[in-house]
């Protein structure tokens, strides 16, 4: 049986994925320890649990344990809010009955917190693979229209599965009848 479904959508995972969750909780629990460890020289009260730091003499190491404190909680708090916003989290959206691809991804707070680009169905020419392996790998799918650049479709950040690519592209190129490049 055939599916005659008009419409493909993809979603595309930002970042909220377990690495940034990960990552956020570390910096934050560094930059807490530093600040902690600082102002505890600074009062000469102990205001960590798991170790006495408040002998440590406050010049020089105790300002060098706040400034790191204080960078690390800044850093901590960015991640943070970058996964609240969901920075690069967005869907592709291919509909036959209107025409249309709608590629929509969220940004940071502003006047252009979401991007959307619409390109009319008979502008796209391709659906192209750019696969590098090595020290840096890139794995990411590109839609080729008339008159635009390559339009991303993929996640950024770490490259996903070659098998999903693989199967994502086909999938993309097989519904919006058009070539498949670089697999």
Same mark, same amino acid.
């Given at each position: 049986?055939?599916?005659?479904?008009?419409?493909?959508?993809?979603?595309?995972l930002?970042?909220r994925?377990?690495?940034?969750y990960?990552?956020?909780l570390?910096?934050s629990?560094?930059g807490?320890?530093?600040?902690?460890?600082g102002?505890?020289?600074?009062?000469? *009260?102990?205001?960590?649990?798991?170790?006495?730091?408040?002998?440590?003499?406050?010049?020089?190491?105790?300002?060098?344990?706040t400034?790191?404190?204080?960078?690390?909680?800044l850093?901590?708090?960015y %991640?943070w809010l970058?996964?609240?916003?969901?920075v690069g989290?967005?869907?592709?959206?291919?509909d036959k009955?209107?025409?249309?691809?709608?590629?929509?991804?969220?940004?940071f707070?502003?006047k252009?917190?979401?991007?959307?680009?619409?390109i009319?169905?008979?502008?796209?020419q391709s659906?192209?693979?750019e696969?590098?392996?090595?020290?840096?790998?890139?794995?990411?799918?590109?839609l080729?229209?008339?008159?635009?650049?390559?339009?991303?479709? *993929?996640?950024?950040?770490?490259?996903?599965?070659?098998? *999903?690519?693989?199967?994502?592209?086909?999938? %993309?190129?097989?519904?919006?009848?058009?070539?498949?490049?670089?697999?």
């Amino acid at each position: 049986m055939a599916n005659m479904s008009k419409i493909l959508r993809q979603d595309v995972l930002g970042s909220r994925r377990f690495s940034n969750y990960f990552w956020a909780l570390v910096v934050s629990m560094g930059g807490l320890g530093f600040l902690l460890s600082g102002l505890s020289s600074y009062l000469k *009260t102990n205001l960590l649990i798991v170790s006495d730091v408040s002998n440590i003499q406050f010049f020089p190491q105790g300002v060098a344990l706040t400034f790191y404190g204080v960078a690390g909680s800044l850093l901590a708090l960015y %991640l943070w809010l970058v996964i609240f916003w969901d920075v690069g989290g967005g869907y592709n959206e291919f509909d036959k009955k209107v025409g249309q691809a709608v590629i929509v991804r969220s940004g940071f707070p502003g006047k252009n917190r979401l991007v959307k680009v619409e390109i009319p169905l008979e502008d796209i020419q391709s659906v192209k693979a750019e696969i590098r392996e090595g020290v840096n790998p890139k794995r990411v799918l590109y839609l080729k229209a008339k008159k635009l650049r390559d339009i991303p479709l *993929t996640r950024a950040g770490e490259p996903i599965p070659l098998s *999903t690519l693989e199967n994502q592209g086909a999938e %993309l190129a097989k519904f919006l009848q058009v070539p498949l490049e670089g697999l």
